[in-house]
Structure formats: C-alpha cells, structure tokens
C-alpha cells in the first residue's frame, strides 16, 4: 500500500506480499503558528519538535538559549511553506543541562519550550 509515496507491503495468508494502494491525505492548513514540546525530553541523542506555519512569506527562527539567557545557536532562519514540519537536531555539542527552543514568525509570535539534555 502506498501513503504519500511510501509502499507498505500486507500479509498475505500465501506467504506472498501484496501491494495495496491507498488514497493520498492531504492536511487542511494550520491555521495558527504552533509550536510542539521537543522530543524525546528529556534526551541523550537528538531532539525533534514539530511546528505548524499558517501562512507564506514569513520568516521563521529558531534559537536554543542556555538556562542564563545565553544565546547557543541558531538552528534556522528562513522562509517556510505554509504546513506541518519537523525540525531535527543534535544535542552532541551541548553539556548536560536545561535548555530553551524559541521559535520566532511573523506579527511577533513566539514560543518557548524547554529542553533537558542528559549525558
């Protein structure tokens, strides 16, 4: 079967994989910017959050700030296509401690989240 261009084979009581095709899902669009919790929290390896993009145009940041305020790095900066995305990264860099994920977008949104990386 395939979903948004991924083949998924069945089980076949002959022992013989079936292709089944399935309809395409299509998401509405969000319709605010959203940010989520970043996952796993907290972490030994790498982080992924998942984030929502109502619009076009607009340039979306995100930062990762220490538990002093102290800026670490710039994760990205850049226009995003209205939708769902996932943003990933290491935590290799980063000593064993608290950390902030800021996500900056247009008309002054931003969102928070907290990070726990363990060694």
Do not use: W
Request: hydrophobic share 35%; aromatic share 10%; charged share 20%.
């Amino acid at each position: 079967m395939e979903l948004g261009g991924l083949y998924l084979l069945g089980y076949s009581p002959t022992g013989v994989e079936e292709e089944e095709r399935l309809p395409e899902v299509s998401l509405p669009l969000p319709k605010t910017y959203s940010l989520s919790i970043p996952y796993p929290n907290p972490s030994r390896g790498n982080f992924r959050c998942s984030y929502a993009v109502p619009t076009p145009g607009g340039r979306i940041v995100f930062k990762l700030y220490d538990v002093t305020g102290r800026m670490i790095t710039v994760l990205k900066d850049g226009q995003e296509n209205p939708g769902y995305h996932t943003l990933s990264f290491s935590r290799e860099t980063l000593a064993t401690g608290v950390y902030f994920l800021r996500m900056s977008a247009p008309g002054g949104v931003r969102f928070t989240k907290k990070m726990i990386v363990l060694r």
